[in-house]
C-alpha cells in the first residue's frame, strides 16, 4: 500500500505540534506555510517595541524539523482546499494531496466592518508587522527629534492602541515604558517622556477575559506606566492617522489596532460551519463534519468544552495539535483512539511592563512580581528550541538590568 | 561668545570616533547618519549569509551617545555643503551650520560603467542589503524545494560573486558552506549540496591586497568548500539573472557584487580635488584643502601615507576620526594640536568559512585556525558595545557548534 500523506497548513504551536507527534509514524508529512518560520507570538510586541530581536522569537521550521526524516517543510500559501479529490491548493497553483489534512493557520485581525482601517491601524500577527509597527514608533520619536518643534513633536509622538485584550494592554504598556524610561536620555530637542500613549477599549474594563479585581490590578498598572486607558470607549473613524473616539479628536503618530480577532478563512475553504468569528465549528476530536479526514486546531477552530469556545491561546493549539498527531498515528497503526482530547489550563497570563503583570491559573490568581516570574517561565519553557531561550534569557537580562532596548535599529524613516 | 558647533556626516567607525573624542569638548556636537545605528560592517557578510541578525552588529547611535550629554543625534540624509556660509542640507531641506565639519560618508560600490547592473546585482553595505540578500539566498532553496524539478532547482541555487576582494571571499565562502553544510539535512525534494557557487575576479588572484601565498592559500580553501573560483575574468553582462563572463552563460538564482568600490560623492559636494575612486583628497591633517575647517576621513577619504592611500578599513577610519576630534578640542581650548596622524596598522584579514582564514600584521603572516582566532579577537575588540560581543559570542559559539545558521528567517518569497 503506498504510503499516505499529512498535509499540515500553518507552523505555528499547532501546526508544528502536530508534526512532532507525527515522527515515528509511517507516513509522509508536509508542513505548509507562509513564511519559513515557526514564530513566537506571545512575546512578538517585543520585537514591536524594539526589545527583541526578530531571531530571538522566531526558528525557520527546516531547522526544527530536519531532525524528522518523514517531515517535509513547504513555503507556500494554501488559498483553497478540495475536499472530494483530497487536495489542498497554493496561490501558485501547485495542488498537494493529502490523506488527512490538519488545518492550523491561526487567526487574523478584524476592523469590525471598516476593513479600510487595516490601511490606517497596524495590526501584530507576523514578523513583518513587528517591524513596522518597530519602524514607525522608533521613525515618531527621529522625526520629532528632527523638526525640533514641541507641537509637531507632541503630535507626532502620540500614539494611540486600540483594544485592550492582552496584545493591547502589553503593547500599550511596554510603548509608555519606553519613552518614559529607555529614551529619556536619547533625545536632546524633544523629551520623550512627554509622548502620549492612548489605550481605547469598547468594553467596561481592560482584560475583559481576568477577573475584575485583575483588570483593576492592570488599569493601575498602565496608568502609573502613563498610559491613557479609556474603557467604554468605542473608535467611530480612523483616517490619516486621526483618531475619533468618545467624542474626541486625536492626531495620532502611530495607530495599533488589537481589537476584533477573527479566523482565518479556512471554514470557507471547507464550506463548514463556521462560528461567529468565521472560526471552523469542529467535534471533540477536533475533525470538522461533513469532509473526511480533515482536522482543524488552533486559532481556527472553534472547539467547545463545557459549551463555551475554547480560548485562542498558544497552549491549546500545542495540546491539540499533538492530541490529533497521536490520533492519526493511532488510526494508521490500528489501534484504539487516544483518550478523549482535554484542555489542561496553562493559565492566562499578561504582562504590563517590566515588573508588573496579571495571572490566572485555575483558581490562583496573581499580580505583580509573581506573576511576571509566572509569565516569563511559561513563557521561556514554551519557546521552542534552547537557542532561542538561551539567547531570549541573555537579551531579556541585558534589557531588564540596563532599562534598555536592544533592537532599536530604523533603516530608513518611514 | 557662542557655543560652537562640530557637525560630522556619519556614524560609522571614523565619524562615531570623532563623536567620543569631543566628549569633553567644549562645543555641540551633531551627528547625523541616514539610518539610526552602527553597523559593523565586517560581519554584514554573517547577516546576509543568515548567521548573525541585524541587532547582533548594528546599535542604535542615541544608545552610544545617550552618556555624552553635548553630543546631539540626527537622522538625515545628507546632500549637500555650503562651505561658504558654513551648513550641510539635508534631502528634506533642512541646514544645519557648522563651526567644523568632519565628513564621514564612507564608500559605496560602483559597477564599471554599467550602472544598470546596479538593479541586476546586490551589494552589501548596509542591512537593508544584507537582509535583501539573505532574503534571495535563502527564498532561492525555498523556490527549488518547491519546484522539486533538479533543472530548475539548480539554476536557482546557482549564486555568482562578481570581485574577489576580502568581503566577495567571505561571502562565496560562506554560502557554499550553507549550502553543503548547513543545509543538508533540511531539504527532501533537493540536494543542496548541489548549489553552485562561483567567484568571479577580474585580477590574476583572490584577495589581491594580500601576499601571493595568501592569495594562494584562500584560493584553495574556497575550492574545497566548493567554489569555482575563476580569476583573470572579467563580467561581461548581467541581465535579468543570466551572467556573462569569460565566455560562458549564466544562469544564476542570484548575483552579489562586490567589485569597484567608488567613495560617496562628497568631494563633489565640496568642489574639493577627488582620488580616481571619488574619494576626497585629504592633507596629512585629514583636513580638505581649499575649504575651512572641513575635514574627511574613513573610506571616503583619500589620506597618503608613504605615498600611497590609506586602505579603506575600519580602524582606519577610526584612529582618524578620534585624531580628528582630539585636534578640534585642542584648538578650541587653544592648546597645541596634537602629534601628527600616524595610522597604526591592525593588520588585514579574510576569512574563508568556519576555520580558514588569512591574516597579514606587520610582518606576520598566518593562515588557518590561527588566523580565524586572530581575526575573531580583532572583531570582537572592534565591536563597539559590550552586549553586542555577548551576543556575538554567544551566536558564534552556538553555531560553530552547532553548525547552524541561527538567522535563517523569510517573511515572504522575494
Partial sequence: MARRTVVIVGAGFGGLAAAKALKHANVDVVLIDRTNHHLF???????????????????????????????????????????????????????????????????????????????????????????????????????????????????????????????GVETAGTIAEMARMTLRRDFRRIDPTQARVILFEAGPRVLGAFTEPLSAYAKKALEELGVDVRTDTMVEQISDGVVQAGGEIIEAGAVLWSAGVAARPAAAWLGAEAARNGAVVVGPDCAVAGVENVFAIGDVASYAMNGAPLPGLAPVAKQQGDWVGRLIRARLEGRPDPVPFRYKDWGTMAVIGRSRAVAMLGGLRMTGLLAWLAWSMVHLMLLIDFRSRLIVYVNWTWAWFTKGRGARLLTRLP
Fill in 41 to 167: 507570538q506571545p512575546l512578538l510586541y517585543q520585537v514591536a517595541t524594539a526589545a527583541l530581536s526578530p531571531a530571538d522569537i522566531a526558528t525557520a521550521s527546516r531547522t526544527l524539523l530536519r531532525g524528522q526524516a518523514n517531515a517535509t517543510v513547504l513555503m507556500g500559501e494554501v488559498v483553497a482546499v478540495d475536499a472530494a479529490a483530497k487536495v489542498v491548493r497554493c496561490a501558485d497553483g501547485k495542488a498537494i494531496a493529502y490523506d488527512w489534512l490538519i488545518l492550523a493557520t491561526g487567526a487574523a485581525y478584524s476592523f469590525f466592518g471598516h476593513p479600510e482601517w487595516a490601511q490606517e491601524a497596524q495590526v501584530l500577527k507576523t514578523l513583518d508587522d513587528a517591524l513596522d509597527i518597530r519602524a514607525r514608533l522608533l521613525g515618531a520619536f527621529e522625526r520629532a527629534e528632527l523638526s525640533g518643534d514641541p507641537a509637531e513633536a507632541r503630535k507626532l509622538t502620540t500614539f494611540v492602541v486600540v483594544g485592550a485584550g492582552p496584545t
